[in-house]
Each structure stands twice: as C-alpha cells, then as structure tokens.
C-alpha cells in the first residue's frame, strides 16, 4: 500500500480557510512537508515541520502533526485564487533525504 | 541563487531514439534527486546522489535509463532507447540537509 496517502480534492470558497489532510504510515519519518504544484511548474516547497514538533506556522500557513496517529494537515488561512493548485505531502525516513509523496490534493479556490 | 536549472523544458522525439536531460542543481547543496511524475503513478524517485556518488538506484525502471553525476554542479539522465512509455515529466532536485528544491521539469513526449 502507499507510505502517504492524501485525499484527492478539495474545493474551498475564497477567503475560507482550507484544510489538507494527510496520513503516513512509517513512524520512523524525520520530517514532513508540503509542497505546492501549479500547472506547468514544478514543486515548490511551502512548509516543513520535524517529526518533533507538532505545530507549524508560517504566515497564512499552518501545519500540524499528530505523530501517534501519523496525521499531517496543512491549514491555508483566507484562502486565495492563487492558491489553486496540488498540493502533495511527503515524508523522509531517519537514514535520508529521499521524498516519499502521497498522490496530491487538487485545491480549487471557487468565487 | 538561480535554483535548479534544467534543460530542454520539452523534448518531443521518436520511439528509439536516445533521451539526454540535464540538471545543473543549486551551488553548495551536496544531494540530487531524480524523480519522473506521471498521472498514472504520482510522483517516483527515480535515483539520487550524494557528494556525486549514486546512492540508491532501485528507482531506475529498466536498463534503458542511466544517471550520472560528473560533477558537484551538474547531472544528466539519459534514456537509450526511449519508448512512448517513459513519456513524463522529468524532475531534477537538489538539497542540503532537509530542505529540497525542485527544477521546472522537462516534459518528455516519446512518439
């Protein structure tokens, strides 16, 4: 089965906040993260959090990790047109740097 | 900084046909990922390198894809032959430590 597993979409009315969930199955994960793919680009990289922690904030971003359950969310506040996009969580073990990505959320931010 | 650099973004050839991507990776990170995304299979790592040392391959789909990594500042993947199979979207990513950065991508399209 999948290592991350993400729900497939998401539609959120703008200025809402959004919220993006995520589960991991390995518990030796180090660190989490949440990138962030517009049509035609590549991965951009919004967030992290370290398996030791539990929360993250960023500006309008918030991560937060509940690691007994082996959840991740990614809470957008006020969500914007420009937020449009897929938006994959992904997971390094404790011995690399190597991605594990779930399949991605397509957020779309409706008027 | 300039961030990951690849090249060509497109590549459109023939079934056969020898495939050369590059990636010039950011100055000072001592980690290369490649990774091929597909609508059929997500995101895959395909092989990274440490310090230009290849250091888990088992990504690679078939003998027909090689890697190598000549020095600190640039990297290539090549398919020979190439097959409409592997067209994809081809991603270069470069880190130091945790935080790892992504290229545009070159989109491969094997007629």
């Known amino acids: 089965g999948e290592d991350v597993e993400q729900s497939l979409f998401l539609s959120v009315r703008e200025g809402d906040s959004s919220v993006i969930n995520c589960t991991y199955t390995?518990?030796?994960?180090?660190?989490l993260y949440w990138y962030k793919q517009e049509p035609g680009a590549g991965l951009q990289l919004l967030t992290y959090?370290?398996?030791?922690?539990d929360m993250k904030q960023d500006q309008r971003l918030t991560v937060l990790l509940n690691k007994k359950d082996k959840h991740l969310s990614l809470r957008i506040a006020d969500t914007q047109t420009g937020d449009s996009a897929i938006y994959f969580c992904a997971e390094t073990k404790s011995n690399d740097y190597k991605l594990s990505f779930g399949a991605g959320t397509t957020v779309t931010v409706r008027a | 900084d300039a961030g990951v650099i690849q090249s060509p973004r497109h590549e459109v050839t023939e079934m056969g046909q020898e495939v050369t991507l590059r990636c010039k990776p950011i100055?000072?990170?001592?980690?290369l990922f490649w990774y091929r995304q597909t609508m059929m299979r997500g995101l895959e790592l395909l092989i990274y390198f440490n310090n230009n040392v290849p250091i888990d391959d088992s990504g690679m789909p078939e003998d027909r894809f090689s890697a190598k990594m000549p020095n600190a500042s640039f990297s290539t993947l090549k398919i020979q032959p190439s097959e409409p199979r592997d067209s994809a979207v081809y991603f270069c990513?470069?880190?130091?430590?945790?935080?790892?950065?992504f290229g545009p991508g070159t989109r491969l399209t094997v007629l």
């Open positions: 390995d518990s030796s994960s180090t660190y």
């Open positions: 100055s000072g990170h001592d980690y």
């Open positions: 990513a470069s880190s130091f430590r945790e935080r790892q950065f």
């Open positions: 959090i370290f398996s030791n922690m």
